[in-house]
Nanobody
Framework: QVQLAESGGGLVQAGGSLRLSCAAS????????MNWFRQAPGKQRELVAA???????NYADSIKGRFTISRDNAKNTVYLQMNILKPEDTAVYYC?????????WGQGTQVTVSS
């Protein structure tokens, strides 16, 4: 079993910043890719950022240049630093890993950006 626990969401004004954290626990050994998704009301869940076990990253075009994904392997934690937040970034953000053919999700953390 794998457990993912997100934290760091909240309410911020446009232009502000938040840092999301996702702590992984359970049957994870070695380095595996970790992802951040988000889902806004009425919209499909979308991948916003991904980081490989080796540290390579990929970003959705909508957030590239504003968000940064990183990981602390010693702490089994992945982060999403979100800067220059926009109202359209408002969503529930989910940490995700795929392990042994199964998709694992955190409980989600709400990010609300006001204008």
């Amino acid at each position: 079993q794998v457990q993912l626990a997100e934290s760091g969401g909240g309410l911020v004004q446009a232009g502000g910043s938040l840092r999301l954290s996702c702590a992984a626990s359970g049957s994870i050994f070695g380095l595996i890719p970790m992802n951040w998704f988000r889902q806004a009301p009425g919209k499909q869940r979308e991948l916003v950022a991904a980081i490989s076990g080796g540290g390579s990253t990929n970003y959705a075009d909508s957030i590239k240049g504003r968000f940064t994904i990183s990981r602390d392997n010693a702490k089994n934690t992945v982060y999403l630093q979100m800067n220059i937040l926009k109202p359209e970034d408002t969503a529930v953000y989910y940490c995700n890993v795929i392990l042994r053919g199964l998709n694992y999700w955190g409980q989600g953390t709400q990010v609300t950006v006001s204008s």
